[in-house]
């Protein structure tokens, strides 16, 4: 159970879309996407159901590497979750991982609707060159980057502020940096609000942005375009 204060959340209404095998398959590059990568077992899942407090939304599995996949969920009309393949695991094979790279090079560079990333990081296994390297993309397209250290109840508070000051000093300019804790619910709060920012959701500001996905599917499917 969190210790902090229940609030509303808008990212509880988030629904599963699509699992994207390549760019092509991605919804509509319109409105705002904000991307969650971290290596295979950072505890990206678990940080996904917990923000959006479904159990399984985002599969947590004990097998790293098994997904190889953009995941789409949608908040709202025009607010989307891309849940990025962990593709720095080393049991990934080297070819798998060179074309995920590939891929999530061209899209960090190219979605235009990518509003951000959330950098999810073991708290006890910081800043690999996974981490560095989607730093890095994030830095050179100048996209707002927000590190999330997972798992914080693996750690005393001591060591785990130690780790979040020292992950903070090393991020460019604008990073930002969180403890997190799928476990206890910690850091929770924390992300929302990151995230409302993002989303330019606020006051009187949740509304959609575009007519659901749903609707466009079956628009594209019928033809029946108004
Ligand atoms: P993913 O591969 O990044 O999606 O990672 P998962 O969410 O599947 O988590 C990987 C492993 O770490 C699983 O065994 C989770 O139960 C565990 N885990 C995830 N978050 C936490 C956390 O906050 N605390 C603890 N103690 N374990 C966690």
Known sequence: MSSETPRHNPYRSAAYVIS?????????DTGLEVAFAG?????????????????????????????QQIVIFEINPGRRIADLPGYGYAKVPARLRDHWKHVLQIY?????????????????????P??????DWCHH????????LTKSDKLKRGPAQSTL??????????????????????????????????????????GSLGRPLQDRIETLATGAEP
């Open 20 to 28: 994207a095998h390549n760019l092509r398959q991605l919804p509509e």
């Open 39 to 67: 290596r295979s077992n950072a505890g990206k899942s678990s940080a996904i159901n917990t923000l959006t407090e479904q159990k399984s939304l985002a599969r947590t599995s004990k097998t790293p590497g098994r997904t």
């Open 108 to 128: 960090f560079h190219q979605r235009e609707s990518l509003r951000g990333v959330v950098l999810l990081m073991d708290i006890r296994h910081p800043m690999r």
């Open 130 to 135: 996974f981490d560095r390297q989607m730093i």
């Open 141 to 148: 397209r100048g996209l707002s980057c927000h590190v999330v």
């Open 165 to 206: 000051l020292q992950v903070r000093k090393a991020l460019p300019p604008g990073a930002t940096a969180q403890t997190f804790s799928a476990s206890k619910g910690e850091g929770k709060q924390e992300l929302i609000a990151l995230l409302n920012g993002w989303y330019e959701i606020g006051a009187g500001n949740s």
